[in-house]
């Protein structure tokens, strides 16, 4: 197989540059995948359109995994419509106001929802974003904070469990690269073993209600928030009139159906054949028609509104989000051709076997870190350094638990701060802002559990103890607070 060398870092690169530069996303991703086959195919032009469409765009769309997401995401845009045109999102903002009665406890309810979404990732974005969007809205939040904390309730919270999608996924990873290797255990019994040692995971994941509970914001989050209180009071003194009171039944019961259903769904499959990806997909899928429809229903109880109409809201719906969709496919794509450009394995020759087995898991964070920013993926990014990481950290004599913990917290950090990986795009979506906003407010927020992370890693080189999560989360907590006061607003 050719060898592209740096060549094959041009893409995710140009990329990520042009998406800091431009701030439209789409035109960033095409020219970073285009950059791609034109270096695939020799720089012939021609062939490198062609082989874009056919090659990457077409098969990562059609993949049943990512058609899945596309859909699910269409419908989530037709109910969504449905209830912010039936007035249930404003019915619920307002009752949920009255509960949450400041900024800190909306946020810390978000916050709360999204832990207990831990069942996928994508979910936690596509059901809690568009829930607390009109709450955010009344309780003058910007979207971008909303966005922020559904992204770090996401896979911060799945990577956790190890009876998710996630944890079945790595358990396959250890058992491959431990049978290479020629090593004896349990994948199960070696992810407990590395489950207090996800040291990005647990970070993130605290990191959000110690931000929250400063009541300040810093750097574009804080601008983000001047921005959106500007632009909210001359909205409201345009359009300063009275609206009528909307029944709370328009919310509860298409939310009660959407439960429902998912319960159903994924409690049937926990009871026979296990819960997989496809079950939890088609069981969003399903709930988010039946809702729709129960939507509708109580539109057409309580308002008038025929059946034909709100077919037409929920189409609506579906159409603003194809854009959406473009960027999902688009970054697919461009993670097909990184990895055909070998770009990962590229990165994982840096790693020299010279290093000192005690910080050779700090070395796996930051190549884990950046080929994931790189790539758009932390689920390709395990299986590379799985494969390539771990022989190397067995010859050293490196810990191979501490080694694993690396990989799962470089990949991990480097996806919650790529402008390309689903989840980032899929949790502006769910907070409704723009995709380089999210980015750009959410990555200093990152930064900070990140240099943690590798405090954490630096201090395992010489006390090696599970309990360090527990002192660097509290010098992340005085840290958090030291920042707020000088530089929040």
Same mark, same amino acid.
């Given at each position: 197989m050719e060898s592209y060398g740096v060549l094959s870092v041009i893409p995710p690169l140009l990329s990520v540059a042009l998406a800091i530069y431009t701030r439209n996303i789409i035109l960033a991703l095409t020219a970073g995948a285009l950059s791609g086959t034109l270096i695939l195919n020799h720089f012939n032009p021609f062939f490198a359109v062609v082989s874009l469409m056919r090659d990457h765009i077409f098969v990562e769309v059609s993949s049943p995994s990512n058609t899945q997401v596309i859909i699910i995401t269409l419908i989530i845009g037709g109910f969504v419509n449905l209830l912010e045109q039936s007035g249930g999102a404003k019915a619920f903002s307002a009752a949920m106001v009255k509960l949450v009665s400041n900024k800190i406890k909306g946020q810390i309810a978000t916050w709360l929802s999204g832990i207990s979404v831990f069942f996928s990732d994508t979910a936690n974005s596509l059901i809690v974003g568009p829930l607390f969007r009109p709450v955010f809205r009344e309780l003058k939040i910007c979207r971008e904070k909303l966005a922020y904390i559904i992204d770090t309730t996401a896979a911060p919270v799945v990577i956790l469990v190890p009876v998710a999608s996630w944890g079945v996924y790595i358990m396959s990873l250890i058992e491959n690269s431990y049978s290479g290797m020629g090593v004896k255990a349990d994948p199960f019994t070696v992810l407990l073993d590395v489950w207090p040692y996800q040291f990005y995971a647990f970070?993130?994941?605290?990191?959000?209600?110690?931000?929250?509970?400063?009541?300040?914001?810093?750097?574009?989050?804080?601008?983000?928030?001047?921005?959106?209180l500007e632009g909210l009071d001359k909205t409201e003194k345009v359009t300063e009139k009275k609206q009528e009171q909307t029944k709370l039944i328009v919310v509860i019961l298409p939310f009660a159906i959407m439960v429902a259903t998912l319960a159903s769904v994924l409690g049937y499959y926990a009871m026979t054949e296990g819960v997989k990806s496809v079950h939890v997909n088609a069981g969003l899928c399903l709930s988010y028609l039946f809702a729709s429809m129960g939507c509708a229903y109580v539109m057409k109880r309580y308002q008038k509104i025929s059946y034909d109409r709100s077919m037409e809201m929920f189409f609506e719906g579906v159409g603003n989000l194809i854009s959406v969709g473009a960027i999902l496919a688009l970054a697919w794509a461009l993670s097909s051709i990184c990895r055909e450009l070998e770009t990962g394995q590229y990165?994982?020759?840096?790693?020299?076997?010279?290093?000192?087995?005690?910080?050779?898991?700090?070395?796996?964070?930051?190549?884990?870190?950046?080929?994931?920013?790189?790539? @758009?993926?932390?689920?390709?990014t395990?299986?590379?350094?799985?494969?390539?990481?771990?022989?190397?950290?067995?010859?050293?004599?490196?810990?191979?638990?501490?080694?694993?913990?690396?990989?799962?917290? @470089? @990949?991990?950090?480097?996806?919650?701060?790529? +402008?390309?990986?689903?989840?980032?795009?899929?949790?502006?979506?769910?907070?409704?802002? +723009?995709?380089?906003?999210?980015?750009?407010?959410?990555?200093?927020?990152?930064?900070?559990?990140?240099?943690?992370?590798?405090?954490?890693?630096?201090?395992?080189?010489?006390?090696?103890? +599970?309990?360090?999560?527990?002192?660097?989360?509290?010098?992340?907590?005085v840290v958090i607070r030291i920042l707020m006061q000088r530089y929040g607003s």
């Open positions: 970070l993130a994941l605290f990191a959000v209600p110690m931000f929250i509970s400063t009541g300040k914001d810093f750097g574009p989050m804080a601008a983000a928030q001047k921005r959106f990165l994982a020759t840096l790693i020299g076997d010279s290093l000192d087995p005690r910080f050779f898991p700090i070395a796996v964070f930051f190549f884990g870190a950046m080929m994931s920013f790189a790539t @758009g993926s932390s689920f390709g395990f299986a590379i350094l799985m494969a390539t990481t771990l022989p190397v950290a067995h010859i050293l004599g490196a810990d191979l638990i501490l080694t694993i913990a690396a990989i799962l917290s @470089g @990949g991990l950090f480097g996806d919650h701060t790529s +402008p390309i990986s689903d989840t980032t795009v899929l949790a502006s979506m769910g907070a409704g802002c +723009p995709h380089i906003d999210h980015v750009s407010t959410q990555f200093p927020y990152a930064m900070i559990a990140g240099f943690m992370t590798v405090f954490a890693f630096l201090l395992l080189a010489f006390f090696n103890s +599970p309990y360090v999560v527990l002192f660097v989360l509290v010098f992340q907590y």
